[in-house]
């Protein structure tokens, strides 16, 4: 390391982008270039950022393999914070190996923070909470232990385990404030509010109710059968029955629902699965026809009795039955309840679960789009629709004084 | 100078001899200290140049003696009197008894420096990357000669009319004893893998206080004694 370099290092410690650029600005070998685009990514100019850390990535040495590690793990945490999602993972997972060799822990737990994140990103929930529960936490800095349980609190938030996110969520306060970062502390305040918004309204036998998400996983968990707007599907405690691809047969459910302990005229349940005004004979056989489905699927959770005006829904067991929906009503709730398990859906997806055209899901979809409140990966046929991170990314955790090191 | 090219460039001969670094001690990290940069040894104490601070500790109790609140990037020689420091691309002579800056000169590498030694009236200034070491004029910066190496230098120091340097190349680094008149490497000595070697200075006996970069651990190497 020379002298300037490690003044700029020491400013960019410091807090100060600026001051670093000022002494590496015209300066074009490796660690200058890192260093740059370091102090580029916290100045908030990212695509530039990118493109200095490639630079001195590809001008590390082939001995000088840490140094340049450690610029594939900045620049995949600025690509993180671009929300450009085409890199590959490899050659992230590669760093992290590199830096685990050299005994680089703090780095190489960056690196595979960031490929979690990554992964939440793109909707695997699931494979995030495998990466995540496969780090190795032990003494790292305070700061990448807040991003790691900030991470976690994500995940348990997405899978509505609101007491493990609760507990992630103090363990990410307690690091950040360790760390004394205050963009982290706010980013845990931020996205800790998620526990305490209403996430949805509850109706039983006519009654509604708002519910936090700790009282839609205590419906969850009391045995009541709950028909599910939110996520499209049947449940009692973990049994769980999608039916987001069979939007007639989730209509039917939910009607019989409302209807609870009730039974539901025929003709109602006509009205309200097929979408028509204009009762005739082939209705009722279609209705008989798909009541049977219904039977069929809902058969481990509830029976489906006929009564002599029409059906009624009868839960096995003792148990009540609660119908669960958006906390307000409209095409858009419904859409950010569906989007709110965290998973990558295709506009066609949603589409078919709301029992909309494509055409008024996408209108919805880019309106939400416009206001923050979704976002979308991919293009064209593969675009696929998301919630935003609950947990946001700040882009101030990158590596400063390591990477000013050969 | 008609050195053939392989020598020019500081090769290493076959006979350069090879051993491992015998770490004798080990300082620090010291509270609130982030990196070693530069080390120096007035006689009595070693110098640590720490970025925002210069410090100077008791190599017998490893307690900090002064502390001088001096930004320090790199190397850190003393010519019996001054210290110098290089900070940025400056070079600062410093009056180690009130900390004040005597005077100032532009450091050979324009901020690329790394380690420094004083000697035979002249700074000898190393530039990591550019992988030399200059010979300066302590009043002006005029650079008098430039020797080449191999490595990525790192500190340099003079002891008993040799000349040292440490080299810092990703995750190898060493001590070696180079001809300063034609860069030849004569001796190494290796640190142990992932121990690098960030400032240096000999105590003019049996010892080079070496810097340890981040780990901010300043090291006791033992110095051969002859062949």
């Known amino acids: 390391m020379d002298s300037l370099i490690a003044a700029a290092a020491r400013a960019l410690v410091t807090g100060d982008p600026l001051g670093a650029l000022k002494r590496v600005a015209l300066r074009e070998d490796p660690p200058a270039l890192a260093l740059r685009g370091i102090a580029m990514a916290q100045l908030g100019e990212h695509a530039r950022a990118r493109d200095l850390l490639r630079r001195a990535a590809r001008g590390f040495g082939a001995h000088e393999e840490r140094a340049r590690a450690r610029c594939v793990v900045a620049e995949a945490e600025v690509a993180l914070a671009m929300r450009d999602l085409r890199g590959s993972p490899r050659t992230l997972a590669v760093a992290a190996l590199t830096l685990e060799a050299r005994a680089d822990r703090a780095n190489a737990l960056h690196a595979r923070l960031i490929g979690a994140r990554r992964l939440l990103l793109l909707g695997h929930v699931d494979e995030a909470a495998t990466a995540l529960s496969s780090l190795d936490t032990q003494g790292a800095p305070p700061s990448l232990l807040a991003v790691a349980e900030l991470a976690a609190a994500e995940v348990a938030l997405r899978l509505l385990n609101t007491a493990v996110a609760r507990a992630a969520f103090a363990r990410a306060r307690e690091a950040a404030e360790h760390a004394r970062v205050p963009s982290l502390l706010a980013e845990v305040a931020e996205a800790r509010a998620a526990l305490d918004r209403p996430a949805a309204r509850s109706i039983q036998a006519g009654q509604e109710k708002l519910l936090r998400l700790d009282e839609v996983e205590a419906l969850h968990a009391s045995g009541a059968l709950v028909i599910d707007g939110c996520r499209r599907g049947l449940r009692v405690g973990s049994n769980w029955l999608p039916l987001a691809r069979r939007p007639l047969l989730f209509a039917l459910a939910r009607a019989l629902a409302e209807a609870w302990p009730g039974d539901v005229d025929r003709n109602l349940l006509i009205t309200r699965a097929f979408s028509t005004r204009h009762l005739d004979e082939t209705h009722r056989a279609r209705l008989r026809v798909e009541i049977g489905r219904l039977r069929a699927i809902a058969a481990p959770l509830a029976r489906i009795e006929a009564s002599a005006r029409g059906f009624a829904l009868r839960p096995l067991g003792n148990h009540a039955v609660v119908v669960l929906l958006p906390p307000i009503e409209g095409d858009q709730a419904s859409l950010l309840a569906l989007l709110a398990d965290g998973m990558a859906w295709s506009t066609s997806a949603l589409a078919l679960a709301l029992g909309d055209s494509q055409r008024t899901v996408q209108r919805a979809l880019v309106e939400l789009e416009a206001e923050g409140r979704v976002r979308s990966i991919g293009l064209a046929r593969s675009q696929r629709w998301l919630s935003p991170p609950l947990t946001g990314f700040t882009t101030n955790l990158l590596l400063p004084a390591a990477l000013a090191l050969a | ?227």
């Open chain 2, 1 to 227: 100078m008609n050195q053939s090219k392989a020598e020019r460039i500081g090769k290493t001969p076959a006979a350069a001899r090879v051993r491992a670094a015998e770490i004798v001690r080990e300082y620090g990290p010291f509270a609130g200290i982030g990196a070693i940069h530069g080390v120096s040894h007035d006689g009595k104490r070693v110098w640590a140049a720490t970025g925002s601070k210069l410090l100077a500790f008791d190599p017998e109790s490893g307690r900090i003696a002064r502390t001088l609140d001096r930004s320090g990037d790199a190397g850190t020689a003393f010519d019996g009197t001054h210290l110098y420091q290089i900070a940025e691309a400056r070079i600062d002579k410093i009056d180690p008894a009130t900390g004040d800056i005597v005077a100032s000169i532009p450091a050979p590498g324009h901020g690329a420096d790394s380690g420094m030694a004083w000697a035979e009236g002249s700074l000898w200034v190393g530039q990591y990357r550019e992988r030399k070491i200059h010979q300066i004029d302590p009043e002006t910066g005029a650079v008098l000669r430039t020797i080449e190496s191999n490595r990525f230098v790192t500190g340099v120091t003079w002891v008993d009319g040799e000349l040292w340097h440490g080299t810092w190349e990703g995750d190898a680094s060493d001590i070696r004893r180079i001809n300063p008149e034609s860069g030849t490497v004569l001796e190494r000595l290796e640190m142990p893998p992932g121990v690098g070697v960030s400032g240096m200075e000999s105590d003019g006996a049996a010892l080079f206080y070496c810097g340890g970069g981040p780990s901010g651990k300043v090291r006791a190497v033992r110095r051969p004694s002859g062949e």
